[in-house]
């Protein structure tokens, strides 16, 4: 597993980062300082995979040595809907087993990853549901191997704690207190956990994309334009109901666009494929990240009407390839786009709002360059990596000198 893993990590293709003259290599004979990234390695795809080969493939390699440690378990088959406590049953009994027994090897083998290669800081990814209970796991033997620890946390973690019964919700404040430093991804994060009780230690890190990944916006791409929606494997979440529901609507029963769905598994490939829409809609199923970056590149619209998002790389992404987006004002995202800004909001659920945003889109080319061009002005505002990975780079120091103040 652990060569499958390095082999995964170093063909992960190295981001195109331009020079800083601030960061300034480690000499040879300088020993690094060791930090061990504790979470989902591939084959799993996602969000904080990125986030974290973002981060091994940055600048930052040249003054720290990355560790991976991999929490990932085996894919779920045909499963759209990966919310709550009950999605690890969804794989079936098999992949259960399968999960449980490579999730007890992780944990077991961490401590010695941490002995033997003499890590001198630990950084976990953690999310909601059963993924915060393991990363809890992973931060008591980090403490009791005397590790400084930093914890980024992401998922929909508000709807995960106030769901929670009390005594429940005691234990996730014990989990949330327990990191030196607590990463969480936006503001809005920031203030929703000084609710739970954690008010100190907590850097605000945003997703971010590399400034030389921003493709500048020159004009329309396709006639008719083509229209993106990443399903995955949390579609329910997502919004597919929603997407198909606008498509049904009178309004866009002869709107001239393309409409093409990425990471469609079953049982939603069926479900539109019987759904009898007016439109030709095409189908992908996962693949690799460079080929979605690719796809992004190559359309103009890109939906993401989503009942709940932590801080969506996918968005960060669709931006930075020049599309004109809606979205729904979740998680981190008003903090990324403001509605007739960066993007057009619509609230969660509202197939007609959809419905009308993609209408409006498909019929006028200058609202898409505009949003297009805005959204991309805004990421070098705030969400480029050479702006974020300052913020995470002073943690490191705090921590490694001994202060986690």
């Known amino acids: 597993m652990r060569e499958r893993l390095a082999t995964s990590i170093a063909a992960a293709p190295r981001r195109a980062y331009p020079p800083r003259r601030e960061l300034t290599p480690v000499p040879d004979h300088v020993t690094k300082p060791r930090i061990l990234m504790v979470g989902p390695f591939p084959p799993t795809r996602g969000g904080v995979t990125t986030f974290m080969l973002n981060v091994m493939g940055s600048p930052l390699a040249d003054r720290y ?47 010695f990853v941490v002995f033997f290669r003499r890590v001198d800081l630990v950084q976990i990814q953690s999310s909601d549901f059963q ?53 969480v991804q ?29 493709m500048p916006v020159e004009g329309p791409r396709n006639d008719p334009p083509r229209v993106l929606f990443f399903a995955g494997s949390e579609s329910v979440r997502k919004g597919a109901q929603v997407v198909l529901q606008a498509l049904a609507t009178p309004e866009l029963a002869d709107v001239r666009a393309a409409f093409r769905f990425l990471a469609v598994i079953e049982p939603l490939a069926s479900q539109i494929g019987n759904a009898g829409l007016p439109q030709r809609i095409e189908l ?63 609230e969660p659920g509202n197939a007609r709002a959809l419905a009308g945003a993609i209408r409006r889109l498909a019929e006028d080319e200058g609202l898409r360059l505009k949003l297009a061009r805005s959204a991309q002005e805004r990421l070098r505002r705030q969400f480029v990596a050479e702006r974020v990975l300052d913020v995470l780079e002073g943690g490191y120091r705090r921590l490694l000198a001994g202060n986690g103040e």
């Open 186 to 214: 936006s503001e809005s994060w920031r203030r929703y956990l000084a609710t739970v009780g954690r008010s100190e230690n907590v850097i605000v890190l945003y997703n971010s994309v590399p400034e030389a990944s921003i």
């Open 131 to 183: 993924t915060f209970w393991e990363s809890c796991l992973y931060l008591a033997m980090a403490k009791a191997l005397r590790r400084p620890t930093m914890l980024r946390l992401g998922g929909v973690f508000d709807k995960f704690y106030e769901g929670s019964s009390p005594r429940v919700q005691a234990l996730i404040r014990r989990g949330v207190a327990a990191p030196d430093i607590l990463i």
């Open 284 to 346: 992908e199923g996962f693949m690799a990240h460079a080929r979605f970056i690719e796809e992004l590149r190559a359309a103009d619209i890109f939906l993401m009407p989503s009942y709940g998002e932590g801080f969506p790389n996918s968005l960060l992404e669709a931006m930075a390839a020049g599309l004109a987006c809606v979205v729904t004002p979740v998680g981190a995202v008003p903090e990324i786009a403001d509605d007739e800004a960066e993007a057009l909001v619509i």
């Open 65 to 111: 040595d990355f560790i991976a440690h991999t929490t990932s378990r085996p894919a779920k088959k045909n499963v759209v809907d990966n919310y709550g406590y009950a999605a690890m049953f969804r794989g079936g009994p098999g992949r259960l087993i399968r999960a449980a027994w490579a999730t007890f090897w992780h944990l077991l083998a961490f401590p």
